[in-house]
């Protein structure tokens, strides 16, 4: 199973963009989804994450006021909506689906993660 992640590009500073995230096979149950974000030189950061069945939504403190990850459970999809982009925001944003095997991992572990999307890629010019 792969993920295609799909919405990046090129935007000015406070501009938005809605990313989308679904699986080349469906169906395909999944525990919970999650988005991480990767700058160049700089370590995997947590985004966002949702759980599939309840929708249970959890942020970085640094996304929550301006961000918002939801699912549409019929087309098996995951989106991140970013509002109010700025400059740092600029790396390439992956997707992730977790299948619940690895509890022992925080929801914010990218190591909890089972499958990871190619990523795509956004930039925030100021």
């Known amino acids: 199973v792969q993920l295609q992640a799909s919405g990046g590009g090129l935007v000015q500073a406070g501009a938005s963009l809605r990313l989308s995230c679904a699986p080349s096979?469906?169906?395909?149950?999944?525990?919970?989804w999650g988005w991480f974000r990767q700058a160049p030189g700089k370590e995997r950061e947590f985004v966002a994450t949702i759980s599939w069945r309840a929708g249970k939504k959890t942020y970085a403190d640094a996304m929550k006021d301006r961000w918002t990850i939801s699912r549409d459970s019929a087309q098996n999809t995951v989106y991140l909506q970013m509002n109010n982009l700025k400059p740092e925001d600029t790396a390439i944003y992956h997707c992730?689906?977790?299948?619940?095997?690895?509890?022992?991992?925080?929801?914010?572990?990218?190591?909890?993660?089972?499958?990871w999307g190619q990523g795509t890629q956004v930039t925030v010019s100021s």
């Open positions: 096979e469906r169906p395909f149950a999944s525990y919970a």
């Open positions: 992730a689906a977790d299948l619940g095997k690895k509890t022992h991992f925080s929801i914010n572990d990218h190591r909890r993660y089972d499958y």
